[in-house]
């Protein structure tokens, strides 16, 4: 007898698998699809993502939580500006252990892989099968949107985002440092555990100075992020590749929807994760983006009455309400920086510097945001 399943998950990323252990909790039966690999893959792995509380939570309930050596908790986090403007964050004011932990990719895919392979409600198939709810998880790079007649807007940024990672010859400290630069945003995220001394680099760059960067030998390009850095960290010395990919504001018009019918049963379809949004990632909000969007799906479906089916309509527009709400803050706060960051002119420099400065004062406020990245409302 063929298997059936309840719900079909395009893409085996971690926003896919997470999806995947949430939903079989639930005693749905469920194939993961995995999405065809990335054009331009570099054979090393070199991302690391800010996790925030509410995405911790969630992923130790699944149990695929990675060690603390490879989730390095951030203790502090300085945003400087180009003329004199700070902003801090501190874990002991907001009475917490941490405001992030910086997660090495491959060591929480491999969790999350293993997690996978002890469920029985889910099963790794080869090829896309039939189900009553598809749930896409591939990517912003997804095929599949377009099969489904969604309209992906896009508004591409001058930038790219060059990620590598490097070893520092003094200790990071726990800290998580990024400096708002004439020439990009330049981001160092600790890793290691509380006594490492090597951070993963994301430098937001225009697309111009993309090529003569990643042209640069080991040892220039590490001199130039000493450079941009300010030698915060000290000498530093390269020790991975280079990726770089383009950075974009991007939403899909339709997150659900059904397949035409062909007089079966009615099947429905929902997109999650970078497949439906892209944000700029100088917040470090993208994946805690996309486990929000997989959380509040299946708290959807869990608590649907008895007699709705998963591909009931009206469930999956009520995740899509929720979650392009959050979605539109969070994507307005994002671009709003970007944009003002991205003038040179004077007055605006001394606009934006003297507005860091004015939030680092504002007691209340600054403490609203700060639990409000940490997924605390």
Not at 16 to 44: C, D, I, M, N, Q
Not at 47 to 72: G, V
Not at 139 to 154: K, L, M
Not at 338 to 354: G, H, S, T, V, Y
Request: aromatic share 6%.
């Amino acid at each position: 007898m063929a298997q059936t399943f309840d719900i079909c998950i395009r893409g085996t990323g971690i926003v896919g698998r997470t999806l995947a252990l949430l939903l079989a909790r639930e005693r749905l039966k469920v194939a993961l699809v995995p999405a065809p690999p990335p054009p331009h893959a570099v054979s090393a792995d070199v991302r690391a993502y800010a996790l925030n509380t509410a995405s911790r939570q969630m992923l130790e309930s699944l149990r695929s939580w990675p060690d603390a050596q490879h989730a390095t908790a951030v203790k502090q986090m300085q945003v400087l500006g180009d003329q004199g403007g700070a902003v801090v964050f501190d874990a002991d004011r907001q009475g917490v252990d941490a405001l992030a932990w910086i997660v090495d990719v491959p060591a929480l895919e491999a969790r999350l892989a293993e997690a996978v392979r002890f469920q029985p409600q889910v099963e790794v198939v080869e090829a896309t099968v039939a189900a009553p709810l598809t749930v896409v998880c591939e990517g912003r790079a997804s095929s599949t949107r377009s099969e489904f007649g969604v309209d992906f807007q896009v508004t591409p940024y001058a930038q790219h985002a060059i990620a590598t990672r490097v070893q520092c010859e003094h200790p990071h400290g726990q800290v998580a440092r990024q400096w708002f630069l004439p020439n990009g945003i330049l981001a160092f995220l600790p890793l290691d555990g509380p006594l490492g001394n090597s951070v993963a680099v994301v430098w937001s760059v225009l697309q111009e100075q993309v090529a003569p960067l990643m042209a640069l030998s080991p040892k220039e390009f590490s001199q130039a992020l000493q450079t941009a850095s300010q030698q915060a960290l000290g000498t530093l010395t390269l020790c991975s590749e280079r990726a770089a990919w383009p950075l974009q504001l991007a939403k899909a018009d339709r997150w659900c929807g059904a397949s035409p019918s062909d007089g079966s049963a009615p099947r429905s379809w929902v997109l999650a994760g970078d497949a439906a949004h892209n944000v700029h990632p100088l917040a470090g909000q993208g994946l805690n983006l996309g486990l929000a969007d997989v959380q509040a799906l299946a708290e959807v479906l869990r608590t649907r009455d008895y007699w709705r089916s998963v591909a009931d309509l009206r469930l999956l527009r009520r995740y899509e309400r929720e979650r392009k709400a959050a979605l539109t803050a969070m994507g307005l706060a994002t671009d709003g920086l970007q944009q003002l960051f991205a003038r040179q002119e004077a007055p605006w420099q001394a606009l934006r510097n003297w507005g860091m400065k004015g939030f680092e004062r504002s007691g209340a406020l600054k403490d609203f945001v700060a639990r409000r990245a940490m997924g605390m409302h």
